[in-house]
């Protein structure tokens, strides 16, 4: 059935970018953090962000009619919302992630060049931005960390007693695989960049002597050690098809026979219309990495069987961002 658009609805989606932008400002500017449990006048709040008062001012405006704070008289205070989630001063804070979005807003205006040329307009140079790559992974961390205490009771791993988290960067999963299965103990092995944020969580979340850090590039070394089980979050849609079946044979040579991977993604339906999300997010892919993309649940198993793999299960887990986890075993 087909949407029901019309101009106005055609024209508001098409605008919407200026709401994000809205956001993104605010958060890059820190307005919710510096407002805090107070209740500011623009002037004071400009003057505390070193902005100017008219500009803070429409800004706070804007925010106001969105609901992300509130406005009376003449001064502005956080919602509920604002100060948990907006607010670097809180655990809850997914600021990381909406920075993230912002440093991905330059490739997406140039959408219309990728698909004509089939190539990436974002290369991960922006990643030696000192900016762009903090905020990536803590963006990452954020998500994780957010994800993986409600993640971990749906991956059975009981009776497992070593973990693999494939380019887990924080190592959030890893912790929560570990707190959920009191025998597992897990080895994080990402970019070396990663592993100061690793470290602080393993020890935040005391699992010093638990939860480990290897530092190594999975794409292009063989994976060390050996282990009953292998976590791939979000790994395979930034690699193209071949690429992703040589990393699943290299999961295959180091699990022990009756070994697990759980490969944890973005999935599309076989008709690559939905679940929308996972949609987009190829398109993302497409702006950004010469041959990342999402796959259906076809694709993955095909995948996962070419490298010996058998008992492929698709689990019922579907994340807030429409993400699967598919399971498999070494014979």
Not at 8 to 36: E, N, Q
Not at 86 to 111: D, K, R, T, V
Not at 158 to 164: N, Q
Not at 212 to 225: I, K, S
């Amino acid at each position: 059935m087909e949407g029901n658009w019309n101009p106005g609805s055609l024209l508001g989606m098409s605008g919407y970018y200026w709401r994000s932008c809205v956001l993104h400002a605010a958060v890059k500017l820190d307005l919710f953090t510096v407002i805090g449990d107070d209740s500011l006048t623009a002037e004071t709040l400009a003057d505390r962000i070193r902005a100017d008062s008219d500009g803070t001012a429409r800004l706070l405006n804007a925010l106001a009619a969105m609901k992300l704070v509130t406005k009376n008289d003449d001064r502005f205070a956080n919602t509920s919302a604002g100060a948990r989630f907006l607010s670097a001063a809180s655990p809850e804070y997914i600021g990381h992630m909406i920075l993230h979005h912002h440093f991905l807003m330059e490739s997406w205006q140039q959408l219309d060049r990728s698909v004509a040329t089939g190539k990436p307009v974002r290369t991960t140079l922006a990643f030696g931005d000192p900016a762009v790559r903090e905020a990536f992974i803590n963006a990452m961390s954020t998500t994780a960390m957010l994800m993986a205490p409600r993640l971990a009771g749906h991956v059975k791993l009981s009776g497992r007693r070593a973990l693999l988290d494939l380019g887990g960067g924080a190592g959030m999963y890893a912790i929560a695989f570990c707190k959920t299965n009191p025998d597992l103990s897990a080895w994080v092995l990402d970019l070396p960049s990663s592993q100061p944020l690793a470290m602080q969580a393993i020890e935040r979340f005391n699992m010093t002597g638990r939860v480990h850090f290897l530092a190594g590039d999975y794409v292009n070394e063989d994976l060390p050690g050996t282990y009953d089980a292998v976590w791939m979050s979000h790994i395979l849609h930034g690699e193209g098809p071949d690429t992703c079946s040589r990393l699943l044979e290299k999961v295959y040579r180091v699990l022990d026979p009756g070994g697990m991977v759980a490969v944890h993604d973005l999935i599309l339906e076989e008709n690559r219309t939905a679940p929308l999300f996972p949609v987009l997010f190829s398109l993302n892919m497409l702006t950004g990495t010469a041959e990342g993309r999402a796959y259906t649940n076809r694709e993955l198993t095909l995948m996962l069987r070419g490298a010996g793999f058998t008992d492929v299960e698709r689990l019922s887990y579907a994340g807030p961002t429409d993400s699967g986890i598919i399971t498999a075993k070494k014979p």
